[in-house]
């Protein structure tokens, strides 16, 4: 039997990020001491209070049945959290739905809304499922590109009219992946004015709202006054909270757009295990110590990181958000070949910015998921490559 991919699935390409691994293992079999600052996933444990929640409720025999969405009081929890940390009111009924992720909302927002030959603007250098999830839905990303020159914020006004006015939806992700950069609120004002006058839903990824340095906060689009008539914003528990693998996310804002995916769900998900939804709604509510020590150390973790790879040699700024550094390769190196190069040698893994796309090459990300002196022994070693 001939057994072929959908047309929309063999669109996808199975990237960069495979070869990476691939190369990690052979090179770990081989003895060398690598060291991985390539995934975004948190290497720190979350706060004991959300542990001991889970642990809690994971001892009642009770608790292991189908949870069919929300427990009655998570919704309340999320809309309380945004009044206090975004000046945002939600309705909890309408305007909030639970999500397995950020990263399954997001996969499967394109096929709530999209149909074969829509157009969706994608940030250009991007988190991957954004285009994916419009590939999925038989869509056409049409990508943003975001230049450094512009503070790596798409420039509204460069999109084509015609482009504009075919255009469903519009992702947006600040605090950025992998570009490491905040928008103000005078962009976020323009998006909004953009989507009116265009009809495109904003699609904002917030994942990383937390994680924001210098004292500085993030906007969360959802206060831009008329937002929630053209936007919906999501956001994920596992970076701010350290529960990356517990899969619980939540997306926000126009209620039309929640009701949409609210009724694919429910044929396609039962639900997040109860205890998950217990350590997340605690999260909420007692996690503003933890928020605290997360930005401190993430931002001394840049702060080393930098500094290191500056004194190495390697001109590096500093990001005002994320877990990542976002920084051109030395001396024009191609994005690919600087990475695979720079592991073979020395055993550092980063990620190639040509992993996000076309706009990406010539940069690399560094994640900021080892402690300090693991960031200062890769700048070393990055340093002595340099030098050869
Ligand atoms: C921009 C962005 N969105 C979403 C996700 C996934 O978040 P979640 O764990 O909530 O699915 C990530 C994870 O790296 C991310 O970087």
Known sequence: MNIMASQNIQRLEMGVFNELLEAKRRLERGGMEMIDLSIGSPDTPPPDFVKEEIIRHASSDTNYGYTMGAIPTFNGKVAAFYEDRYGVPLNPRAEVLQL??????????????????????????????????????????????????????PRLDHIPKEIAERAKMMVLNYPANPVAALADQAFLEEAVRFARQNDILIVQDFTYSELVFDGQRAVSLLSVPGAKEVAVEFNSFSKTFNIAGCRVGYMAGNAEVLRIMATMMSHTQYGIFYPIQKAAEAALTKGGDFIRKQVALYQSRRDALTDALTNAGWNTAKPAATMYVWTRTPKGWLSSDFVFQLMEETGVVLTPGSAFGAEGEGFVRITLVQPEEKLREAAARIGGFLKT
């Open 100 to 153: 397995i992720g950020s990263q399954d909302g997001l996969a499967h927002l394109a096929t709530a809304l999209v149909d074969p030959g829509d157009i969706v603007l994608v940030p250009d250098p991007g988190y991957p499922i954004f285009e994916v999830g419009v590939h999925i839905a038989g869509g056409e990303p049409w990508r943003m590109p975001l230049r450094e020159e512009f503070g790596f914020l």
